[in-house]
């Protein structure tokens, strides 16, 4: 089979033949039709973020497809069915190996190549935003990088929750196509203060955060009394000092998680997410409420090319790679 490997950098990502691979016990083989480009692949393909043990050094964390074989103790799926899934590694490829319980249907009325823009969004929100910091309606979710995959998809969630919606992006452009998908506030963080803005709103009773150490201090004043700061990304540093009185004036609460390296099996495992996914957000998908926004599509053997658009912050919404071989 065919997968992109990353070369040195002066060669970047190729398309080459590498090792066949076939479905262990309990996971079943994809043939890849498009691939969903992740910051984490930008970083592994850095070499600044190896895959966890055991996982493919392929690069990609979620694709659609179709099932291509079935491993021993496998039931729930059948050969050919289409389906998407989130995945530890491996994804640039034609095909792919997967634990069953971290596949999910395709849901109606998604192309399936536009599919493999939800299982990481999917996750990331569904896991943080309803299962970790527990939104409900009527609540305020400020979402920093509104118009990424990630804030796109949250701001649709959050809406179809009958929740209010607060975004940061750095572009015109960018808030118009939040507020497009439902955000009641759009903020330009080179222009304006997000916590002047969202406290005069009530303050926010959710954060979703990829920003880290530089905007630690800031999300906790901007919390509403019982908020919850969700972290779920270091762009803005790794390191902060946290001011714990300030936290305990507002009753808030600091959450920091990471999907890829959660095991599979077990509480809060990929295939318990996956499972949640499928039975609460899936429907929200099915009807409408949420649908996946690709900002563009790239041939798989132009691997590289996505990877420069995404790290420019030229895009909204999710970047995929078509596997078309």
């Not at 016990?25 to 692949?41: F, H, M, T, Y």
């Not at 943080?128 to 995959?149: D, K, Q, R, Y």
């Not at 000092?241 to 507002?250: A, S």
């Amino acid at each position: 089979m065919h997968a992109i490997v990353a070369q040195p950098s002066s060669e970047g990502l190729t398309w080459q033949s590498v090792p066949d691979i076939a479905p262990a016990p309990g996971e079943v083989l994809i043939r890849v039709a498009a691939a969903g480009v992740n910051r984490a692949d930008l970083l592994q393909a850095a070499g600044k973020y190896p895959p966890p043990p055991g996982a493919s050094d392929i690069l990609g964390l979620e694709v659609s497809g179709t099932i291509a074989a079935i491993g021993e103790g496998v039931t729930k799926w059948s050969q050919g069915q289409p389906v998407c899934a989130l995945l530890a590694g491996g994804g640039y490829a034609e095909f792919v190996a997967v634990p069953a319980g971290q596949v999910l249907p395709i849901p109606d009325g998604v192309p399936v190549p536009h599919a493999a823009g939800l299982p990481e969004v999917a996750c990331t929100v569904w896991s943080n935003v309803v299962m970790a910091a527990g939104l409900t309606a009527p609540e305020l979710l400020l979402v920093h990088g509104g118009a990424s995959g990630i804030g796109t998809h949250a701001i649709q969630v959050a809406k179809a929750l009958n929740c209010r919606v607060a975004v940061t992006a750095g572009s015109r452009n960018k808030l118009d196509l939040c507020a497009e998908l439902g955000a009641d506030i759009t903020i330009d963080y080179h222009n304006e203060d997000y916590v002047g803005v969202v406290r005069d709103a009530g303050g926010a009773d959710v954060i979703l955060d990829i920003m880290g150490a530089a905007y630690l201090d800031r999300n906790i004043e901007t919390l509403a009394d019982g908020g919850r700061l969700v972290i779920i990304g270091m762009q803005g540093g790794a390191k902060a000092e946290l001011n714990i009185g300030k936290l305990l004036t507002k009753r808030g609460s600091v959450i920091a998680t990471a999907l890829r390296s959660r095991p599979v099996h077990g509480r809060g495992g990929k295939a318990d997410i996956v499972a949640r996914v499928g039975a609460e957000l899936w429907p929200l998908v099915a009807d409408g409420q949420v649908r996946p926004v690709i900002g563009a599509e790239f041939p798989i053997a132009e691997a590289q090319a996505a990877h420069e658009l995404l790290a420019s912050g030229d895009v909204s919404g999710k970047v995929l790679l078509r596997v078309d071989v």
